[in-house]
């Protein structure tokens, strides 16, 4: 495995430790047509799921898949043997059933125990990436494959992150409109506090909206660095040396007036009287 692959992967994992409480070793639930891939590829399952995983690991089969495979005869016989041998994880059908229904039925609407999906059905995969803190598995040609994690995965994640540090907009709300009464009774305005939530979210959105306009330009053509643009001598230099004489004629007026005297013969121009000045000072 590739070294990047392989910091992806961890990180992943890392993500699901932290925010959805995947304990080690971790749970695999594997299908049936992984199981059988895996074996038409010669990929060790017991070794290889742990090493895109990055820890241990423990292979679990449910009845439904054991009889799956069982009810595809010789074809899947080294399957089925394989998968005696990873841990079972009951289930609650006495009469088989499909198999998709009862992962889905095992993973529900929040994966409650914590699995890891390998299955090879793409179907199968994309609806549990519609359950927040679902790691997925498959096998591509000869490699095993971690599905990054879902959108519903990131959103979910970041909601977490952010609640640890942050009152969301609805408690601050909330808290804003607390009274305590002198008798010591407390008192909520849940129509006030509605308002105010109002008020904060379009306001987060206004903020969010900025953010967005100024990443935008950001992305846009650079301008030239200013400290490398060479600036414009020939307008520059007459200015640059008019002022400070002005100036300095405008602070020493005594100095100036019998400079004046001197060049009184000449041009009475400011261009003569500050080019005297220069050269006595
Ligand atoms: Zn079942």
Redesign the pocket.
């Known amino acids: 495995m590739r070294l990047k692959r392989h910091k992806d992967y961890k990180r992943y994992m890392n993500m699901y430790c932290q925010t959805f409480h995947f304990r080690k070793p971790f749970q695999v639930l594997v299908d049936a047509d992984f199981i059988q891939t895996a074996l038409d590829q010669r990929i060790d399952l017991r070794t290889q799921i742990p090493k895109v995983l990055c820890d241990a690991s423990k292979q679990m089969v449910?009845?439904?898949?054991m009889?799956l495979l069982k009810s595809r005869g010789e074809d899947a016989s080294g399957a089925f043997l394989a998968s005696k041998r990873f841990e079972k994880r009951?289930?609650?059908?006495q009469q088989?059933?499909d198999?998709a229904?009862?992962?889905s039925?095992?993973i529900s609407t929040s994966n409650p125990h914590n699995y890891v999906v390998a299955s090879q059905s793409k179907k199968l995969r994309s609806q549990f990436g519609q359950v927040p803190g679902v790691p997925l598995l498959y096998i591509n040609r000869s490699n095993m494959i971690l599905e990054p994690p879902s959108e519903v995965t990131l959103s979910k994640t970041k909601q977490i992150e952010g609640g640890k540090t942050h009152a969301s907009t609805k408690e601050l709300a909330t808290l804003k409109t607390v009274k305590v009464k002198n008798n010591g009774q407390v008192s909520l305005d849940a129509k006030l506090a509605k308002k105010l939530e109002e008020k904060a979210e379009s306001k987060k959105a206004k903020r969010e909206a900025v953010k967005a306009k100024i990443l935008k330009k950001r992305q846009g053509p650079k301008e030239p660095n200013p400290l490398s643009i060479k600036k414009k001598k020939p307008k520059t230099t007459p200015t640059a040396s008019a002022k400070p004489v002005a100036s300095e004629g405008g602070e020493e007026p005594e100095k100036k007036k019998r400079r004046r005297r001197k060049g009184g013969k000449g041009d009475s121009g400011e261009a003569t009287t500050s080019v005297g000045g220069d050269e006595s000072s």
Do not use: D, F, N
């Open positions: 449910t009845p439904c898949t009889a009951r289930c609650k059908h088989a059933v198999e229904l009862c992962l039925q095992i």
